[in-house]
């Protein structure tokens, strides 16, 4: 089995988030918001299918997400 099909919010480090895309728009979820939503368990891979993150303007279940992490404080 692929090694990232077992990560979950939980692995996700704390200031990383996680940007969901639907058909009209792309919404950024922190780590403690996801926690908060669908709890540390929930596999990344399988996030679209929690209902408490579907777009509540079209309908529609996220069908392409990515991890966001914040800007580097460089010179």
Avoid: K
Wanted: proline share 7%; with cysteine.
């Amino acid at each position: 089995m692929d090694p990232a099909f077992a990560l979950t919010v939980n692995d996700l480090a704390r200031d990383e988030a996680l940007c969901l895309r639907c058909g009209c728009r792309s919404q950024t979820y922190s780590r403690a918001r996801l926690i908060a939503l669908v709890g540390r368990d929930a596999r990344l891979h399988l996030i679209g299918l929690n209902r408490e993150l579907w777009c509540g303007d079209c309908g529609e279940p996220p069908f392409q997400g990515w991890v966001t992490a914040p800007a580097a404080n460089g010179p």
